[in-house]
């Protein structure tokens, strides 16, 4: 009997903008491996039962994305310890035993991108982080990982910045959104998780006049790939990293995962993305 060929999903509604089937067909395709990962549009309602019967047809295995990143964990039989710092699950996998195995991998891609492309040490001052969503989580358990020792954070609702604050400790210091630009003061690492900046959202209107060349600037948007927010920091003199590589470096472990075997993430995995 011939072995099975590892099948794998996205699962979210809606689902068809998702660039993580063009990403892992690639990664398939590249490295001889055989397996399929398909977008299937899923209903809040639904997931459950989606969930119950994909080991059944020969599924190891899926990533998660809105609305179910958060819905995921009630049903998973196991939480990673970031997954349920984060309260969110982006990437799951079916055990042999049967049980569902929920992490999130968002984190390690915001972290890997900084490092891959950036002289980037966590550790030389404070971070500036501007939202309070679901990437603000993973953006803010990353960076107290990896030793950032203060994370200014501004929100325009101030109500979802004092939740983090009582989530994730003292590390955090709230700043009210009309002050936002304060928080560049002296900050090494600066990180937009929200839209703006976003082709179709609203601009990215903080001031940057007190942003220091020495600091690190990160984007999440990557549509477009250079936000008005990293050509200004540019301007300054600052390093600037954009959103793409999140997306691709939080792939990884995934992909290692259900096909066993490591993809690499250069040039030409950016190229195959951004040309879809």
């Given at each position: 009997?011939?072995?099975?060929?590892p099948?794998?999903?996205?699962l979210?509604?809606?689902?068809?903008?998702?660039k993580?089937?063009?990403?892992?067909?690639?990664?398939?395709?590249r490295?001889?491996?055989r397996?399929?990962y398909?977008?299937?549009?899923?209903?809040?309602?639904?997931?459950?039962?989606?969930?119950?019967?994909m080991?059944?047809?020969?599924?190891?295995?899926?990533?998660?994305?809105?609305?179910h990143?958060?819905a995921?964990?009630?049903?998973?039989?196991?939480?990673?310890?970031?997954?349920?710092?984060?309260?969110?699950?982006?990437?799951?996998?079916f055990?042999?035993?049967?049980?569902?195995?929920?992490d999130?991998?968002?984190?390690?891609?915001?972290i890997?991108?900084?490092?891959?492309?950036?002289?980037?040490?966590p550790?030389?001052?404070?971070?500036?982080?501007f939202?309070?969503?679901?990437?603000?989580r993973?953006?803010?358990s990353?960076l107290?990982?990896?030793?950032?020792?203060?994370?200014?954070?501004?929100?325009?609702?101030?109500?979802?910045?004092?939740a983090?604050?009582?989530?994730f400790?003292?590390?955090?210091?709230?700043?009210?959104?009309?002050?936002a630009?304060?928080m560049l003061?002296?900050?090494?690492?600066?990180?937009n998780?929200?839209s703006?900046?976003?082709?179709?959202?609203p601009?990215?209107k903080?001031?940057?006049?007190?942003?220091?060349?020495?600091a690190?600037?990160?984007?999440?948007?990557y549509?477009?790939?250079?936000?008005?927010?990293?050509?200004?920091a540019?301007?300054?003199?600052?390093?600037?990293?954009?959103?793409l590589?999140?997306?691709?470096?939080?792939?990884?472990?995934?992909?290692?995962?259900?096909?066993g075997y490591?993809p690499?993430?250069?040039?030409?995995?950016?190229?195959?993305?951004?040309?879809?």
């Amino acid at each position: 009997m011939s072995e099975k060929i590892p099948l794998v999903a996205v699962l979210g509604s809606p689902i068809a903008h998702s660039k993580s089937p063009q990403l892992h067909g690639y990664w398939l395709k590249r490295y001889g491996i055989r397996g399929h990962y398909i977008p299937v549009d899923v209903s809040q309602s639904d997931l459950k039962d989606v969930l119950r019967h994909m080991p059944k047809m020969g599924f190891v295995g899926a990533n998660v994305t809105i609305p179910h990143k958060e819905a995921v964990l009630a049903l998973a039989d196991v939480v990673t310890d970031r997954a349920a710092l984060i309260g969110a699950a982006n990437t799951l996998i079916f055990m042999p035993d049967g049980k569902l195995y929920a992490d999130n991998t968002d984190g390690y891609g915001f972290i890997e991108n900084l490092r891959a492309n950036a002289s980037w040490d966590p550790e030389r001052g404070p971070a500036a982080v501007f939202g309070a969503g679901g990437a603000a989580r993973a953006v803010i358990s990353s960076l107290i990982e990896v030793g950032a020792p203060e994370i200014r954070l501004a929100n325009r609702t101030r109500n979802r910045s004092e939740a983090l604050r009582e989530e994730f400790g003292a590390k955090l210091q709230i700043v009210d959104w009309v002050q936002a630009g304060n928080m560049l003061d002296g900050a090494m690492t600066v990180v937009n998780t929200t839209s703006l900046g976003m082709i179709g959202k609203p601009e990215f209107k903080v001031p940057l006049d007190a942003l220091e060349s020495s600091a690190v600037v990160t984007d999440l948007v990557y549509t477009p790939l250079q936000t008005a927010l990293l050509a200004k920091a540019q301007k300054i003199g600052c390093q600037t990293v954009d959103g793409l590589g999140m997306l691709l470096y939080q792939a990884v472990p995934g992909f290692e995962r259900w096909f066993g075997y490591r993809p690499d993430v250069d040039d030409e995995t950016r190229r195959v993305i951004l040309n879809q």
